[in-house]
């Protein structure tokens, strides 16, 4: 099924047209008419296939068709991400598909200034992206009301158990209306993903384009087996084969990082770290010179394996393997993006 045929509105079709974006991905063309509908959505596919706006289209329609006056510090749909990445992404591809819709889209993340955030929701939010933390801050200080929020999604839910956001969920859902629709996206499956859908979604149409859990198609995969001790200079020897790609590598802890990050550059690699200890600001600068290459290795811990979309990623390098096996499939679908090849 084409966008032309499902149902939305001529500004999105647009917009999504002036993105680039023609043909729908398998998640994109089986969730929006479900969504559109008004079902509530699990949906399943693995990282880079478009879930975002598999979600956002639909949320948009809605809102668009409904009664558009906002009420002070009220919100009428709520994104809910796990890290700060991701939610800013989010936030961009959401104001893009809503260009010229007259929509108020809002984000809200730790590490960045609670007073200028609790002026901006003051107004109102139509379309409010989140982490979890920073959400129950602003709720504790009564900076924002959930009554009125008709539209909740789940975005890399997996994630959120993976970090312990469940707690914050069970505080945040039961401030929204009962009778909502509400939507989880996840690109694997552990086992609570199902106890989590059954307290939160209302007989949901499942949408599953790809076995969960499996790595995207167009990642070759490799393993080198060395000693601890020649780790650094593997790395500095693979990196040096393709200097002018980006290149993604990921370590177990923000120490860890920072000192293979200084490692690189005292080897003449222009390379940038980000991790848990890095101010917000700092994160956004990094991860926009690693997006003008400006920056060719990146080295992150697991908070940035959901944030990053950044189509010019060739190669991921796990120095470090995650300690949760659905971890590495996250970080490996940060290169192979919609179809794009990766190693």
């Known amino acids: 099924m084409q966008f032309e045929e499902m149902g939305l509105s001529p500004r999105a079709l647009a917009n ?9 991905t398998p998640i994109q063309a089986e969730a929006i008419p479900l969504a559109l509908a008004g079902r509530d959505i699990m949906g399943l596919a693995q990282t880079g296939t478009g879930k975002t706006a598999a979600y956002a289209l639909p ?8 009664d558009g006056r906002l009420q002070p510090k009220s919100v009428r749909s709520l994104i809910l991400a796990p890290t700060r990445e991701l939610a800013n992404q989010i936030a961009d591809a959401v104001a893009g598909f809503a260009q010229g819709a007259h929509l108020k889209v809002g984000v809200v993340v730790g590490g960045a200034s609670i007073h200028a955030q609790t002026k901006r929701l003051a107004r109102g939010t139509d379309i409010l992206i989140a982490t979890p933390g920073r959400l129950l ?6 900076a924002l009301f959930l009554d009125e929020a008709s539209y909740l999604v789940l ?6 158990l993976d970090m312990g956001f469940i707690q914050a969920l069970r505080q945040i859902a039961p401030l929204l209306p009962p009778k909502r629709q509400t939507m ?4 694997t499956m552990p086992k609570q993903m199902g106890e989590l859908a059954a307290a939160y979604l209302t007989n949901p149409a499942r949408v599953e384009v790809a076995r969960p859990g499996m790595a995207a198609e167009g990642v070759e995969q490799s393993v080198h087996f060395v000693h601890q001790g020649d780790k650094v200079n593997l790395l500095k020897a693979l990196l040096d084969g393709h200097r002018a790609e980006l290149a993604l590598v990921f ?11 200084t490692q690189l550059e005292s080897d003449g690699f222009f390379a940038g770290s980000i991790h848990g200890d890095k101010r917000q600001r700092e994160r956004e600068r990094t991860l926009a010179d690693f997006r003008a290459s400006r920056l060719t290795v990146l ?3 697991d908070v940035a394996a959901r944030g990053i979309d950044i ?3 060739r190669h991921v390098y796990n120095f470090d393997l995650p300690n949760v096996p659905e971890s590495y499939v996250h970080r490996i679908g940060r290169t192979g993006r919609a179809g794009a090849a990766g190693k």
């Open 184 to 187: 989880l996206f996840s690109a």
């Open 59 to 66: 949320l948009i329609n809605a809102l668009e068709k409904g």
């Open 155 to 160: 975005d890399e839910a997996d994630q959120m």
């Open 251 to 261: 370590a177990r802890t923000k120490h860890g990082a920072e000192r293979l990050k």
């Open 311 to 313: 189509q010019e990623v």
């Open 299 to 301: 080295v992150a811990t």
């Open 137 to 142: 801050d602003l709720l504790d200080r009564k």
């Open 16 to 24: 999504l047209a002036a993105a680039g974006i023609v043909d729908p």
